[in-house]
């Protein structure tokens, strides 16, 4: 394994039984470095164990004597020549002094978000002693999570004793790359990252030549012509590159085959990786590709748009449209890294970048709380202030995914404003909308379903205040539109079920609607 040049020390913080330990080991392992454990420092320094200190002296004394130790050994990780020999885990409440925040700095937080009745279930009857109340243990862990989020620069799930191990060359390869932030995207069928950040695409490079056996070495990459002549410079090396149109039209089953015969042509393995760099199309498509050849190959997404950065790169959805109705022909294949730059975004044409705010605006209303009053504050769309927003939208989709991998449940609410949207796309023979301005469309309508005039009249304010169209032009088929509804590809033998949301965070899925209702608010759009 190739020598790690860090920057930065790799700094494991989070609540009490979120796995810091044991994720800080794995990571430690992989990168061969060593464990610096401030509980077990701290142990050895009271010359007793934790709790039976904290019982005798309290938790004032006991805080005073962690920042004093934390401190001295974060600032003596930060001041080792070439680089910090060890990585640290945190005791969950170090974090709570101003001047750990402080010290934390010049290191990279790793937060293990934990689910609170996980770390419950782990610290409950322990020797732990601020885990003897479940009201106190859930008011610490609600007054703490604020604060982890706002320190970390990447987040492992709740399964961080796992994934912290493949998620290592990653790691390291962010300690020169300030930028980026990365969330650890879980599944059933596997983990990946999900980094967003100027320079992002680079890491790739980086993670492979820290760990040459973790990544493939070759790289064939599916890209969209016009993202290639702009920003193709931000690519790693590549023994070829197929280029194809970034429009919806190339979303076709003639299409795939063109690509999947050049990758065939140019000597394509099962342990080379296919680089897909474009928009959601570019990704539909590449990804389809990747699934389908040689029964698949990885797959790595590094979306150039807004849609694709928020939305469309996560969750291993990949398909090609029939002339009937939009991703008809697909497959599931999760990538095995998304890499999102937002600089990528500034050669975008305005109206593609506020196309990719209706997903913004679709995922921000999923998620309600602090990403909705972010999103709906946003007065411009400039690309050098949206990674945060690209983040917390990509996280949000990517916890979304985690729990419902394959469509069968929670996933459903990602297709708020999608099933109107998509027949919108259909019945306009995928020309006249761009992806964006259709969900925008879709999202008005679903909100009237919902019966949250309100919301609907602030979202339409939004969308039409960021130049996307919030009526039909009087050319669609309102018909047209009703009948593509039906050929949806979520439709059972139960019928047609939508997702509603009434509230901002509180959306729910597989609702029935008369057809009578969804006629209404497709002409009310027009």
Known sequence: MAAV????????????????????????????????????????????????????????????????????????????VGGPSAVVALGGGAIESARVRAALADHMPVWCDVDEEIA????????????????????????????????????????ARESAGPAAPWLAAMQGVPSVRMAWAASESGGYPAAVGEGAIGLLGAATEIDPGHLPARIFCIADADALAEQGRLLPRREATIE???????????????????????????????????????????????????????LIQAPTTLVAQVDSAYGGKTGVDLPEAKNYVGAYHQPIAVLADPSTLRTLPREELA???????????????????????????????????????AQTKIEVVASDERDSGRRAVLNLGHTVGHAIEAQTGYSRYRHGEAVGLGLLAALRLSGADS????????????????????????????????????????????????????????????????RAVVEELK
């Open 244 to 298: 194809v149109e970034g429009a919806e039209s190339s979303k076709t089953i003639s299409e795939a085959e063109r690509v999947l015969r050049e990758l065939a042509t140019a000597g394509v393995r099962r342990d080379d990786a296919v680089l897909a760099f474009g928009g959601g199309v570019v990704g539909d498509l590449a990804g389809f590709c990747a699934a389908t050849y040689q029964r698949g190959v990885p």
């Open 120 to 159: 419950w279930e782990r610290a409950s009857g322990s020797d732990r002693p601020l885990a003897a109340s479940r009201v106190e243990f859930s008011e610490r862990f609600a007054r703490r999570r604020p604060i982890y989020e706002s320190l970390a620069r990447v987040i492992l799930p709740s399964d």
């Open 5 to 80: 040049a860090a920057h930065h020390g790799i700094v494991f913080i989070g609540f009490m039984a979120a796995g810091k330990t044991r994720a800080a080991q794995a990571v430690a392992e992989k990168l061969e470095l060593g464990v610096i454990d401030t509980d077990e420092l701290l142990e050895r320094e009271l010359g007793e164990p934790i709790f039976s200190f904290f019982e005798r002296e309290g938790e004032a004394e006991f805080r005073r004597r962690e920042e004093r130790l934390v401190v001295s050994a974060l600032d003596a990780l930060a001041g080792q």
């Open 455 to 518: 919301l609907r009249n602030e979202v339409e304010g939004l969308l039409a205040s960021h130049g996307l169209p919030v009526s039909l032009d009087s050319a669609v088929d309102v018909d047209g539109v009703v009948e593509a509804t039906g050929r949806d590809k979520k439709r059972s033998r139960e019928g047609l079920g939508f997702v509603l949301l009434e509230e901002p965070g509180e959306p729910r899925w597989g609702a029935t609607v008369e057809p009578d209702r969804v």
């Open 355 to 393: 196309a990719g705010f209706a997903e913004v605006v679709k995922t921000a209303l999923i998620a309600g709380g602090t990403l909705w009053d972010e999103v709906r504050q946003l007065d411009q769309l400039d690309p050098a202030s949206l990674g945060d927003v690209i983040f917390r939208c």
